[in-house]
């Protein structure tokens, strides 16, 4: 699944090619788009910007027009010269954007959504009033964002919901936005946090600790260069810091291994109303609350592709 690092990446991708260039051509599959297409066409119009917040990715054009697209697990967009073969099949297409090259002698480009299930155009004040992109809690990968933002909001969010796990909040996009599957156990691992604690057990430092971790990892997987072709996600994120790709994380996927920094057993367990998989070692992030400790399972697995 991508998560806030891919969209960040995402739009980057798309801002360098469709950034301040007129839109020469727009195809969708998706109904809802293709009313609007047929009443206020996007030929014509000026790409102003692009934009991720959290896991959201916002393209302004000229008029007062927004396409708003959410990848949930498996959408994408992939950025493609004129006239080059697509590496996914067209009846996986959802959006495409055609624009010039903008430069003498430069081809054009395709900007094109792939199994993307929410896409919707507003205008400003529409977007104002929708239920979600607006109440996000701060973008953890945005300029302004610091450490003491994403303090506030846990500290604020563990006053009004004391039993909530800790998985489930980092995870909560109008808590923190960005964060994902995978960053939610390595931030949890970085701090040292059993994230099946409820956030009222948890101390200031360890809040800090978990926010400082976040905005560090994801920042280091957004680095310029990263990813800036094909801009669908295949697991090239690293949290350890070491390059080799078997190694570039902490606890996420590891389900039955040596922990890389005690030695004892990462265990798994299904949490929260979507039942995701957290990742953790009971060792490095002791149970800290009432009751037994959450039980994990932990038998070896046979190896496989680590998804989000």
Known sequence: MPEGDTIYRTARALQGVLGGKVVTGFETGLAGLARVEDEATLVGRVVEKVESRGKWCLIYFSGDLILVTHMLMSGSWHVYRTGERWRVPRRAMRVVIRVGGG??????????????????FHTARSLGRSSQVPKLGPDILADGFTVEDGLMRLRAYGAEH?????????????????????????????????????????????????????????KANVVDGKGDGIVTYAGPRRTTGTSNRE???????????????????????????????TYWCGECQPWVGEGSAPVGKSTVVRRRRVGC
């Not at 430069?103 to 919707?120: K, L, M, N, S, Y």
């Not at 902490?250 to 998989?277: H, L, N, P």
């Open 103 to 120: 430069v003498a002698g430069e081809g054009g480009w395709e900007a094109v959504a792939f199994h993307v299930p929410i896409a919707e």
């Open 162 to 218: 004391p039993a909530a796990e800790v998985g489930v909040v980092l995870l909560n996009q109008r808590v923190l936005a960005g964060l994902g599957n995978v960053y939610k156990s390595e931030v949890a691992f970085a701090a040292g946090v059993n994230p099946f604690r409820a956030l009222g057990t948890v101390r200031e430092n360890e809040m800090e600790k978990m926010v400082e971790a976040a905005q560090r990892y994801m």
């Open 247 to 277: 190694e570039r994380l902490w606890v996420y996927g590891r389900q039955g291994q040596e922990c890389r920094r005690c030695g004892g057993t990462v265990m798994m367990r299904k949490q929260g109303e979507q039942a995701r998989s």
